[in-house]
Nanobody, 113 residues
Framework: VELVESGGGLVQPGGSLRLSCAASGFTVSRAALSWYRQTPGKERELVARITRAGTTTNNDTSGRFSISRDIATHTVYLQMNSLKPTDTAKYYC?????????WGQGTQVTVSS
């Protein structure tokens, strides 16, 4: 199983980015897939999650971020709109599959003018 994130970068406040997580070694439709973020000195926090039952986002990102997946391309996306400086973090993709957990290496998002 491998997860590879991409799409991070520098963006101005109010801007948008779409992160991608390319999955291999499992079927994305059968896994619970999540995006987390982490800043130095803090624990990783859940940003959004998608399962067969639907999607959830945390209170801070609700209405601004959305998670989706493309089963055909084995890719999970995080669409981020109305970005704030407080969204600056390293973003990680996580898969829970067959009682195991897998993480990607992360992609940096910096929101600054």
């Amino acid at each position: 199983v491998e997860l590879v994130e991409s799409g991070g970068g520098l963006v101005q406040p109010g801007g948008s980015l779409r992160l991608s997580c390319a999955a291999s070694g499992f079927t994305v439709s059968r896994a619970a897939l999540s995006w987390y973020r982490q800043t130095p000195g803090k624990e990783r926090e859940l940003v959004a999650r998608i399962t067969r039952a639907g999607t959830t986002t945390n209170n801070d990102t609700s209405g601004r971020f959305s998670i989706s997946r493309d089963i055909a391309t084995h890719t999970v996306y995080l669409q981020m709109n109305s970005l704030k400086p407080t969204d600056t973090a390293k973003y990680y993709c996580k898969a829970d599959y067959q009682s195991l957990t897998y993480w990607g290496q992360g992609t940096q998002v910096t929101v600054s003018s």
